[in-house]
């Protein structure tokens, strides 16, 4: 599959001249409901042989009109791009939001759209999408304005799951809380951080844990603690389980450290310094906590090892 064109604002797309199928949202994280959108459209373009497109935004506009309380994204615009290319999207679009854009009054959101997509055949949206200044336009404006430019619009329902709907800020709420599991439920998939090998201070080697450190700043950090993760990347040629711990190492690092994430693997590692990871987030085990000493602190990952051992099934550490 090749990947999606990208497009860094709608001022400056260059699309081939087919029928263009594009939802549009902010999509953060790419969860469930925002695959069934994003299907849609892409189910759309294939049976007219048409183009597959996404329109997003950053920053979130709660950054623009609410700095000091804005939502902290789940992924980056890049990340977001790698995301979408797994569902056939055949372009995407990150439209800037900021006060022009915000400005566009509901009514003239389409027109707008339209002048620099003028082969826009479809929008697909969630049925409870806003766009325009104040948020005024709603799909039953947005029904109407389509109307007058022979655009279809297809809204699609939430997707609920244990009774609640599939969103975004449900997501943050559960990865702040260490709720791993109901994370990749909502996902679709799992939770993953990415990131460059880098040097440590090899302190857990010396407890006969080697781990790998990962250089990783994710905007929204998920609670501290230990982790149960798969861990890929060349040359292994396919996921190998690891034990992961997130957080400010609060027994051997100076008080107000960055977070680090560094994962041990339950086997041999292929990976090195240099080496680039990713790492998928399957079990929350513990939270983190600060110890009397290392030797406490080895005692615990020792524990923590035979945990994960227990989550992938696998033998117990050698006693």
């Known amino acids: 599959m090749n990947p999606p064109l990208e497009f860094a604002s709608l001022d400056g797309v260059r699309l081939p001249s087919a029928p263009l199928h594009l939802a549009i949202g902010m999509f953060d994280g790419v969860h469930l409901g925002h695959q069934a959108v994003i299907e849609s459209a892409v189910r759309s373009a294939r049976w007219s042989g048409g183009l597959a497109g996404v329109l997003t935004f950053w920053p979130h506009p709660s950054a623009l009109f609410h700095p000091a309380r804005r939502a902290r994204m789940l992924m980056s615009p890049d990340l977001k791009v790698r995301v979408l290319a797994g569902l056939g999207v055949d372009a995407v679009i990150v439209q800037p939001f ?175 310094t240099g080496s680039r990871i990713t790492v998928d987030w399957l079990k929350f085990l513990r939270p983190e906590e600060k110890f009397a000493g290392v030797d406490a602190l080895r005692a615990q990952i020792a524990r923590d090892v035979a945990a994960a051992k227990a989550f992938f099934g696998l033998p117990p550490p050698a006693s």
């Open 98 to 272: 900021n006060p022009e854009f915000a400005k566009i009054a509901a009514e003239e959101f389409l027109p707008f759209l339209r002048a620099r997509l003028p082969q826009l055949a479809g929008i697909y949206v969630g049925e409870n999408w806003h766009f325009g200044a104040g948020r005024r336009g709603d799909v039953r404006l947005l029904l109407a304005e389509a109307a007058k430019h022979r655009v279809t619009v297809v809204s699609v329902p939430p997707i609920h799951c244990d009774g609640a709907v599939v969103s975004s800020s449900r997501i943050r709420a559960g990865l702040e809380a260490g709720r791993i599991e109901e994370v990749d439920q909502l996902l679709g998939y799992s939770y993953f951080a990415e990131g460059e090998v880098i040097p440590g201070r090899k302190l857990a080697g010396t407890f006969g844990f080697p781990t790998l450190n990962v250089a990783w700043e994710p905007e929204l950090p998920p609670r501290f603690g230990v982790y149960a993760v798969r861990v890929a990347g060349a040359p292994a040629p396919a996921p190998l389980p690891a034990v992961a711990n997130y957080g400010a190492k609060p027994t051997v690092a100076a008080a107000g450290a960055a977070p680090l994430l560094e994962a041990h693997i339950l086997g041999a590692c292929p990976w090195t």
